[in-house]
């Protein structure tokens, strides 16, 4: 049975500013079927507020308290970690929600450095992460995307920029967003369901679908209107290897109804 969904976002229930059509009335299903969901991106750039204001501008109705994003999961961490004093590359709302959790945004000896979606960031910008690194502070990058898409081809992802600072200090970074832990673990408390009963719905392979397995999730659907073709989902293997594949989250109601969701 599943009893709860995680969605992503951009690429699965919208692209850009446009609606994926059957979206809005797939979600109005799920609500139907009393199954519990959960949004979670590892999209930095807005708080789960601004979030929310996209859903609403665009026509869905949903509990804003259903938004994760990878920010609120670097809050959390750096709270179960005792941080203090944190660097952050990044832009916009990561900013505030790390400020707003208490903590002292700073480049003056931090305990930890954070690295997230930034589209400004320079040469100096990574130096000085790296820096902060080597000289002692841990390494917390938000998630693990290599690249963003766009409609002019593709951003340098969080995870791009992390892995630079990584290696010029010679660390191993904690991932704070998908496929890891902290954002599923957040996304889970949010259904309320458990995570051998709850499906994850994405488009990125190495992010969402990875997240299953990982966290031991019922399964994982991709869907075909993001950042993954039919190729690329037939030929992915290992923790990437999707358990359904669909054209588009239209026909998520009737893969549900062929797995005995209650």
């Keep these: 049975m599943i009893n709860g969904i995680i969605f992503d976002l951009d690429g699965v229930l919208w692209r850009s500013q446009d609606v994926i059509p059957g979206a809005v009335d797939m979600l109005a299903h799920c609500a139907e079927r009393g199954i519990a969901v959960a949004f979670a991106t590892n999209h930095t750039v807005h708080t789960a507020p601004q979030v929310a204001e996209k859903f609403e501008r665009l026509g869905f109705s949903v509990?804003?308290?259903?938004?994760?994003?990878?920010?609120?999961a670097v809050a959390r961490l750096l709270a179960v970690r005792g941080a203090q004093r944190i660097h952050?590359?990044?832009e916009g709302g990561i900013m505030e929600q790390i400020s707003d959790a208490g903590f002292l945004l700073t480049q003056d000896n931090p305990d930890h450095v954070v690295v997230a979606f930034d589209r400004t960031c320079t040469y100096d910008t990574l130096r000085a992460a790296a820096r902060a690194v080597i000289a002692g502070a841990s390494l917390i990058v938000s998630g693990a995307d290599r690249r963003i898409p766009t409609a002019a081809g593709f951003e340098m992802g969080m995870g791009a920029l992390g892995s630079a600072v990584a290696y010029a200090a010679g660390v191993e970074p904690v991932y704070a967003g998908k496929p890891y832990?902290?954002?599923?673990?957040?996304?889970?408390?949010?259904?309320?369901?458990?995570?051998?009963?709850?499906?994850?719905v994405g488009?990125?392979?190495?992010?969402?679908?990875?997240?299953?397995?990982?966290?031991?999730?019922?399964?994982?659907?991709?869907?075909?209107?993001?950042?993954?073709?039919a190729a690329a989902a037939a030929a992915a293997q290992g923790d990437q290897a999707p358990t359904h594949v669909i054209a588009s989250v239209a026909a998520l109601p009737d893969l549900l109804a062929t797995l005995q969701t209650p």
Excluded: F, H, Q, Y
Excluded at 63 to 72: C, E, H, M, N, Q
Excluded at 205 to 220: C, K, M, Q, V, Y
């Design 63 to 72: 509990d804003p308290a259903a938004i994760v994003t990878a920010g609120d």
């Design 88 to 90: 952050v590359v990044g």
């Design 181 to 200: 832990a902290p954002i599923i673990e957040l996304a889970l408390e949010r259904t309320g369901s458990a995570a051998g009963a709850t499906l994850i």
């Design 203 to 229: 488009d990125t392979l190495e992010t969402d679908i990875a997240a299953a397995p990982l966290n031991g999730l019922a399964g994982s659907v991709v869907v075909l209107t993001g950042n993954t073709d």
